[in-house]
């Protein structure tokens, strides 16, 4: 068992594939270890019931960076992401608004509730599309330290300047407002349909514990128009066979270069000698020996459960233990035993509404209504939610004639008062099925048929996510995407390089820049800082 | 007036974009939906149903059939099984490829061979003479295609016929529903695919049976246009054997070697992304498959042309199919291809490789 390696990757998530991925490109020899039986972390598909696929956790592909499926040649190893091509919001009047793929078609519905919305629309698509444009670079780019004067840093700084004055002055005051707003006051200034902010408005608040009257929020609304960008590379959209889908693509790309991949492995701890990261110890008490460690879970996991604390410095400790990973989103997977019927999808938009996304965000205040709940520790009675139907889009998720909804859920606190899992004893109802009830009894107002199709459901609260995947606190973006948690201070000041604290060890995660989501970003740029730097 | 093929009552109601193409002197549709992105996925996913009526379609049927059909296309059509099928050029005296078609044999002495372009004076000529009686069944006959991953299923699930057990490029005669088609197992995709066809009267009852049954598996009616985005992954395929019209021409070119070959390109994305940055731009690819010869050099001259092209969805690629001049078609060369840019013109590099771009182990299996 004294097999020693180049490098070890804790963790099988998307980060943790791709980072070995490029390592054993390089000629590494590389192993990953993967505490679950299956890869993919949070980008995971599983026959939860029989004949049924779930796209358990992360459901849509939002910014898989191109040049990782072009470098690492995904579609060889069986990437292949299917068009999303539309959002439905049902309103509570029993109207809807949508938004097509078409542009067109989505100014001409937009136009139907307020002419003068679809002019807006069209100005705020082409700002967002040039700061996106302006801000994307930093995706690919890895962050300097603004207090160092090391040239390596003060180049990485300059870049990113130079990509903001490439703005003009008054795009860069947008980028400023945008990320200083909250999104509710930001979409106020452009438009005034409820329904178009707050679908809007929604995407400002996925996996935050801010609601959309929130400062910062506003932020996150470009990262909708980055994927515009790389449009082509359809960055945007479902993965065949679900988000698994990708996680296998990965896996075999890692296993194509010579990567070893081991699952059922969990990692006790992380060996340090004299401050140099040496080797890992398993659950079953094996011990592993590399030049490099690479941990690609969240940050307060890494340092705070699999590093004895005295191997670190104590601001650092604090750093992180600051560093904020509030869990706020649940989700709820259906096997159906037919198509829900929304009762504002008029006959002629009913199939295309129902391949797309269906959000059920009729206006900001709905939104804020459901965080005011969870500000208060309890789950929203009638949350935002986000709801896709897989098995239209890709029919292998479901056996022929039934289906699978993917149902993503604001707010679900993961402290929760009276927690999620009192005592059976106390004769009180299980609070994950009570949360469960709630996303089905709103979603039935918008669709009545709901509750008569439903074959099975799992209910995910941030508890049971934490518990499956090993995200802190059940946070889905393994951190909190606030503006004093990104770029440079992602996870924290000086160690947002990928670097941490103990010589040898690196972390390539979510947790680090540029963030959660299925980008990929941070395990390509861990990896590229390991071959310039790490021993190897 | 260019006509609707039988299938028009339906497709017609389904056609969102009007977005008609014409094809031979129908017209059908380019994409129903105003992106034919989806309807490429449902190729190469689950389940297209694309009307390709306007293809020509000759029957040739007495005791010559064999023989007759054998001179005329490039293939050996004596190797042909019944129910069998194969595709195949034809050339002229010169050699020079005059079309492109399937050759299907119904029966010992019952041929039947499709087309892009109208046939019916070459073939009688080539049949001067001969026990053989030609007919033109482009009207009469009714076929749609139904091609992707899911396509078995569904006609599993419709036809009396032993679909595992009918190979690459086979057919069968079956009963879809009460319907008597012909099943063959073929398609211009490179995908798993079938082609049903029927009498003319039939073609609504048919397209009704499959859009219901084929519901479940994600069915798709799909437009001309996805069908060509496919057909570039595919590549193409030539073969040769003994004695056909064009054959002498053929072989003393061969005997030269080859001064054009076909092949694929892979067009680099990096010095996409190079020329459009210098106009502040990303790459523009093209979403649909354009079909305009665009020049291909090598250190300023000029070695072939490309005639088609598409950014591949899958392979995500922007990928072309060319005609290169000796020696430049080995695999693994490099090409310059003409880009216009921002009213421009710019060349990309592109690998010269071989076709096709996607081979798919569903097709055959
Ligand atoms: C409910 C939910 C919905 C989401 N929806 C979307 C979405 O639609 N689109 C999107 O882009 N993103 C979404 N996300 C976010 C996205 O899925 C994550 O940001 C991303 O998958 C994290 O990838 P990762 O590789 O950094 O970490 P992870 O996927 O968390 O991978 C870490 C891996 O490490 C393993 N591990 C943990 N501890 C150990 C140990 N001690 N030893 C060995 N292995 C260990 C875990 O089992 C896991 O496989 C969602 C997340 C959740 C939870």
């Known amino acids: ?536 | 007036m260019l006509q609707g093929t039988p299938f028009h009552p339906r497709t017609a109601a389904l056609c969102q974009g009007r977005n008609w193409r014409r094809w031979s002197k129908y017209v059908v549709a380019g994409s129903y939906e105003l992106s034919p992105e989806r309807e490429y996925w449902a190729i190469r996913n689950s389940a297209a149903l694309l009307d390709v009526t306007p293809l020509y379609k000759y029957l040739f049927s007495g005791r010559d059939a064999a023989r007759v059909v054998n001179r005329i296309v490039t293939r050996n059509v004596e190797k042909c099984a019944v129910h069998q099928v194969m595709y195949t050029p034809w050339c002229n005296e010169h050699g020079q490829v005059l079309d492109d078609g399937t050759v299907a044999r119904l029966d010992e002495n019952v041929f039947r061979v499709t087309s892009a372009d109208p046939n019916y004076r070459w073939f009688c000529e080539n049949a001067y003479g001969f026990d053989v009686h030609l007919q033109d069944v482009s009207d009469t006959t009714a076929a749609l295609a139904l091609q992707g991953p899911l396509s078995r299923e569904i006609l599993k699930q419709s036809a009396d016929a032993n679909l595992d057990a009918l190979g690459y490029f086979r057919l069968t005669p079956a009963r879809l529903r009460n319907i008597r088609v012909t099943i063959s197992r073929t398609g211009y995709t490179g995908d798993l695919g079938y082609e049903i066809w029927c009498e003319a009267q039939d073609a609504l009852a048919l397209w009704d049976t499959l859009m219901e049954v084929g519901d479940a598996y994600g069915i798709t009616p799909t437009g001309i246009l996805a069908l060509d985005m496919a057909r570039i992954e595919a590549g193409l395929i030539l073969i040769d054997k003994e004695n056909f019209v064009g054959k002498r021409a053929l072989v003393q070119e061969k005997q030269r070697g080859f001064e054009w070959q076909f092949m694929g390109l892979d067009v680099e994305w990096e010095s996409l992304e190079e020329i459009y940055a210098r106009k502040g731009l990303h790459p523009q690819l093209p979403m649909t498959a354009w079909r305009a010869s665009t020049p291909l050099y090598v250190e300023n001259k000029q070695v072939g042309y490309a005639s088609s092209g598409v950014w591949s969805p899958l392979l995500k690629k922007y990928i072309a199919l060319a005609h290169l001049r000796k020696p430049h078609f080995e695999p693994g060369y490099w090409v310059d291809m003409e880009v216009t840019v921002e009213h421009e013109r710019q060349t990309a590099r592109a690998r010269v490789v071989k076709l096709p771009f996607l081979e798919l182990e569903r097709k055959r299996k």
């Open chain 1, 1 to 536: 068992m004294s097999k020693s390696y180049d490098a070890i990757v804790i963790g099988g998530g998307h980060n943790g594939l791709i980072n070995a991925a490029y390592l054993a490109r390089a000629g590494k020899k590389v192993l990953v270890l993967e505490r679950r039986h299956l890869v993919g972390g949070a980008a995971v598909t599983e026959e939860i019931f029989p004949g049924f696929k779930f796209s358990e956790f992360s459901y849509v592909v939002s910014l898989l960076r191109p040049e990782i499926i072009r470098e690492l040649e995904l579609p060889k190893h069986g990437l292949e992401i299917l068009p999303l091509p539309s959002t439905f919001t049902p309103l509570e009047n029993g109207d809807y608004i949508a938004f097509w793929d078409d542009h067109e078609e989505t100014r001409k519905e937009i136009y139907r509730h307020s002419p003068r919305d679809a002019d807006a629309y069209d100005e705020y698509g082409r700002l967002m599309y040039h700061i996106a444009k302006a801000v994307r670079p930093i995706l690919s780019m890895i962050p300097g330290d603004p207090t160092s004067l090391s040239p390596r840093d003060l180049k990485s700084l300059l870049q990113l300047g130079r990509h903001m004055q490439n703005l003009g002055e008054e795009r860069f005051y947008d980028l400023y407002k945008l990320m200083t707003s909250s999104s509710a006051d930001y979409l106020d200034e452009w438009f005034e349909t409820d329904g178009l902010k707050g679908t809007k408005a929604a995407s400002g608040i996925i996996g935050t514990f801010l609601g959309p009257r929130s400062p910062g929020t506003a932020y996150v609304l470009l990262h909708h128009y980055m994927g515009e960008i790389d449009g082509a590379f359809r960055a945007w959209g479902f993965a065949k066979g679900g988000t698994g889908g990708i996680s296998e693509a990965l896996a075999n790309a890692a296993r194509a270069q010579g990567a070893e991949i081991r699952c059922n492995a969990p990692v006790a701890h992380i060996l340090v000698k004299n401050g140099r990261a040496v080797g890992v110890a398993l659950d079953n008490g094996d011990e592993l020996y590399a030049n490099t460690i690479v941990s690609s879970l969240d940050p307060k996991r890494t340092f705070l459960k699999l590093i004895a604390e005295q191997e670190l410095p104590s601001d650092f400790v604090h750093d992180i233990r600051r560093y904020k990973t509030r869990g706020s989103s649940g989700k709820v997977n259906l096997a159906l035993d037919g198509l829900p019927k929304f009762t504002a999808m008029a006959d002629a938009v009913r199939m295309s509404a129902l391949r797309g996304a269906i959000s059920i965000s009729p206006s900001v205040e709905h939104l804020e209504r459901a965080y005011d709940d969870a500000k208060y520790g309890n789950f929203s009675r009638r949350p935002y939610m986000d709801m896709i139907i897989p098995s239209l889009i890709d029919p292998g998720m479901a056996p022929p004639g039934k289906h699978v909804a993917s149902i993503f859920v604001q707010y679900a606190p993961y402290t929760l008062n009276g927690g999620w899992n009192p005592s059976t004893s106390s004769g009180q109802a299980s609070p994950r099925e009570a949360f469960g009830d709630a996303v089905i009894n709103t979603l039935a107002e918008f669709a009545p048929n709901i509750k008569d199709i439903i074959l099975y459901r799992q209910v995910l609260t941030p508890w049971d996510v934490e518990q499956i995947t090993g995200l802190t606190e059940g946070n889905i973006f393994a951190g909190e995407l606030a503006l004093h948690q990104l770029f440079f201070l992602r996870p924290s000041p000086q160690w947002a390089n990928y670097r941490t604290p103990v010589k040898n060890l690196y972390q390539c995660g979510s947790g680090t820049h540029p963030g959660g989501g299925i980008m990929g970003a941070g395990g390509r740029l861990a990896a590229m800082e390991i071959l310039k730097h790490g021993a190897g």
